[in-house]
């Protein structure tokens, strides 16, 4: 349960059992606190520092305003390319909620971290800054919040994979459980072998007329007109010549209103007319192949990934959780 204290005028922290070690982190963070108010006087202080406050108290870190702004920026020129008025309030007060969660969360890991022993190395930060400038990302080394920015982050990939990937096992029968409870994800596409006879309006106002012309069409092959005949002399396809022979086509690859009219045709039977923005279209099903499955061992790498991926959030999401639970925080903002 989160411990939450109580600022009296005179920043006196409410009775609560804690231990010593804890008291005196709490006292730390509210002497902070009172010299951020104005309750002790904190010396000189310029002005942009006058102007700074407190955004949330972190066990005995502090999360400023300045912090938030510039974790912000990014966010709120984007989204004010993209928004204006009261929309673009709300989604700018919604992106502010999520910032202050996100970095509350990120002290709670580099707490974390430094309390596990978890270090990076001056080393590795000028190895990540070289490799991140090799991958095109402009960065101004000339900047501290550049050195420590990146420190930041390896630090937490290195914690997340001490507490969260590194516990992370996956089994055969995880595996086997997926592959069984997602069988459409390893599906190969159904794949039909198709004719079609097409007919386009002539003029931009002829569509009633193509569509005369195909419902003759129609009812010439309902009376065992060859398909192939009808294509071959009627047909505005490219694939006239051929006996609107279209070949093999796979699912997603047709146009959704004739995916959609095929869904039910049986082989060696014909759609109705089908209008798209290609003109009018009377299609046969010459073949049509049985969705198949990928074999469980072509695909036990990529499932184990997946699982480990999934796992990994759970597990991920049960440590902050715990994390939060015996932290002090307190949102100000």
């Known amino acids: 349960m989160n411990k939450r204290l109580s600022f009296a005028s005179h920043c006196v922290p409410a009775v609560s059992p804690f231990s010593a070690q804890s008291f005196g982190r709490l006292a730390m963070g509210i002497v902070y606190l009172c010299l951020w108010i104005g309750i002790f006087p904190a010396g000189p202080v310029d002005a942009a520092r006058l102007e700074d406050?407190?955004?949330?108290?972190?066990?005995?870190?502090l999360i400023m305003l300045s912090e938030l702004k510039r974790d912000l920026l990014p966010d709120q020129e984007?989204?004010?390319?993209?928004?204006?008025?009261?929309?673009?309030?709300?989604?700018l007060r919604t992106a502010e909620a999520m910032a202050?969660?996100?970095?509350?969360?990120?002290?709670?890991q580099l707490q974390a971290a430094k309390n596990k022993g978890v270090e990076v190395s001056d080393q590795e930060v000028t190895q990540a800054v070289q490799e991140m400038k090799k991958q095109g990302e402009t960065l101004n080394t000339t900047d501290p919040n550049t050195t420590r920015s990146?420190?930041?982050?390896?630090?937490?990939?290195?914690?997340?994979?001490?507490?969260?990937?590194?516990?992370?096992?996956?089994?055969?029968?995880e595996m086997k459980r997926y592959y069984e409870e997602h069988q459409d994800r390893f599906a190969y596409p159904e794949e039909y072998q198709l004719s079609q006879i097409l007919i386009k309006p002539r003029t931009p106002d002829g569509l009633s007329v193509a569509q005369g012309r195909a419902e003759a069409l129609l009812a010439t092959l309902k009376q065992g007109e060859p398909f192939e005949d009808l294509a071959l002399r009627f047909s505005d396809g490219a694939d006239a010549s051929r006996g609107g022979r279209l070949g093999?086509?796979?699912?997603?690859e047709l146009i959704p209103a004739l995916e959609q009219a095929l869904a039910s045709v049986p082989v060696g039977q014909i759609t109705?007319?089908?209008?798209?923005?290609?003109?009018?279209?009377?299609?046969?099903?010459?073949?049509?192949?049985?969705r198949q499955f990928r074999p469980f061992e072509q695909v036990k790498a990529e499932i184990q990934s997946l699982v480990f991926q999934q796992k990994t959030e759970d597990q991920y999401q049960i440590w902050m959780a715990d994390l939060k639970n015996k932290a002090y925080i307190e949102i100000k903002f």
């Not at 984007?78 to 989604?91: I, N, P, S, V």
């Not at 969660?101 to 002290?107: C, N």
């Not at 290609?278 to 049509?288: A, C, S, Y």
Request: proline share 1%.
């Open 100 to 108: 202050v969660t996100k970095m509350i969360e990120r002290k709670l």
């Open 78 to 91: 984007r989204l004010r390319k993209l928004y204006a008025g009261e929309d673009l309030e709300r989604r």
């Open 248 to 252: 093999l086509v796979r699912q997603g």
């Open 272 to 290: 109705g007319i089908v209008e798209t923005s290609e003109g009018l279209h009377i299609v046969r099903v010459d073949d049509k192949k049985p």
């Open 53 to 61: 406050r407190i955004v949330a108290v972190v066990n005995t870190d």
């Open 150 to 173: 990146v420190r930041e982050q390896l630090t937490l990939m290195r914690v997340v994979d001490r507490e969260v990937r590194g516990l992370i096992m996956v089994a055969d029968s």
